[in-house]
């Protein structure tokens, strides 16, 4: 908009942190005499802090001591349930990219064929609208069952999730892009698979990006409860870890760390399609 300060934007985010911080700390404080929580709920997840005037949950100071505890040495390996959380992420964005990379490899191919025919359009759509409404951890178990590896039954479903948004984005890209164009390619007598190349792939690409960035983002949700179910690694791994040593500080500092990633992998694909962009 005109007339609009170019730091107006990041000044105000800073605004709304702040406020956020202070409901924060505001809301962990107990009233004096209150009783806050029950007493033995209170020994097992900090009742020294909550005699002291607080609630057993944890106060943004609390969590950034954590924080910094976590940054401090994230890549550290003291055995199956005592790993860094950097190197909790490092599987996690593993298995993503494993299973979005094997589901571009799939739907993009096939997202071009239904696209260019409209009878294969026909075909596949009945499956499609039955296959995609399904959670992808609902195939968590036939996978644990058939592939019998907890790694590889999670990029299973990665791949599972990542490839409904790729494979309707593409089709729908290829099938939007201008009759004219085609028919241009026809009368210079261009091969179609030149044409697919050079004027529906280039025509499409911001589509595919588009439905790249929404799978992307589907499968860093869906990892963290499949990590929950198949155990061992993970930043899902670790956040039920910590729940089971009821740890709410570093269960909040996960929860960051997921966002954080997650908002840096959509930004890269948010980059790409900008690069695949044109404007008539």
């Given at each position: 908009?005109r007339?609009?300060k170019?730091w107006?934007a990041?000044l105000?985010?800073?605004?709304i942190l702040?406020a ?5 700390h505001a ?10 929580v029950?007493?033995?709920y209170?020994a097992?997840v ?8 607080k ?5 943004p100071m ?7 505890q976590?940054?401090?040495d994230p890549?550290y390996d003291?055995?199956?349930n005592?790993k ?5 992420l490092?599987?996690?964005i593993?298995?993503?990219?494993g299973g979005f990379?094997l ?8 997202g071009?064929?239904?696209g260019m025919?409209r009878?294969v359009y026909r ?7 039955v296959?995609k409404?399904?959670s ?15 790694d590889t039954?999670?990029?299973f479903v990665?791949?599972i999730?990542?490839l ?14 201008r009759?004219?164009?085609l028919n241009?390619a026809r009368t210079l007598?261009?091969?179609?698979l030149?044409t697919?190349?050079l004027?529906?792939l280039?025509?499409?690409a911001p589509?595919?990006?588009?439905g790249?960035r ?7 949700l869906v990892?963290?409860?499949a990590e929950?179910l198949i155990?061992?690694?993970?930043i ?7 729940w089971?040593?009821l740890?709410?500080?570093n269960i909040?500092?996960a929860?960051l760390?997921i966002?954080v990633?997650g908002m840096?992998l959509?930004?890269l694909?948010a980059r ?9």
């Amino acid at each position: 908009m005109r007339g609009e300060k170019p730091w107006g934007a990041p000044l105000l985010s800073v605004v709304i942190l702040v406020a956020l911080l202070l409901v924060w700390h505001a809301a962990t404080r107990s009233t004096a005499g209150e009783a806050v929580v029950d007493a033995e709920y209170a020994a097992l997840v900090g009742g020294a802090a909550a005699s002291g005037g607080k609630t057993p949950f944890p106060g943004p100071m609390d969590v950034g001591v954590q924080l910094w505890q976590h940054l401090k040495d994230p890549f550290y390996d003291r055995g199956p349930n005592d790993k860094g959380i950097g190197l909790q992420l490092a599987y996690s964005i593993v298995r993503v990219l494993g299973g979005f990379l094997l589901a571009a490899v799939v739907a993009i191919p096939l997202g071009f064929l239904i696209g260019m025919s409209r009878t294969v359009y026909r075909a596949f759509d009945p499956f499609i609208q039955v296959l995609k409404p399904i959670s992808p951890l609902a195939w968590m178990p036939l996978a644990l069952y058939t592939i019998k590896d907890a790694d590889t039954s999670a990029v299973f479903v990665i791949f599972i999730c990542s490839l409904w948004p790729m494979l309707v984005n593409t089709a729908f890209g290829v099938g939007a892009v201008r009759q004219d164009w085609l028919n241009v390619a026809r009368t210079l007598e261009v091969s179609r698979l030149r044409t697919a190349f050079l004027v529906i792939l280039p025509a499409a690409a911001p589509t595919i990006m588009t439905g790249m960035r929404i799978s992307v983002g589907i499968a860093w949700l869906v990892i963290v409860a499949a990590e929950m179910l198949i155990g061992g690694t993970g930043i899902g791994y670790f956040v039920w870890n910590e729940w089971n040593n009821l740890s709410i500080a570093n269960i909040i500092c996960a929860i960051l760390f997921i966002g954080v990633i997650g908002m840096l992998l959509d930004t890269l694909l948010a980059r790409a399609a900008r690069l695949v962009s044109y404007r008539e």
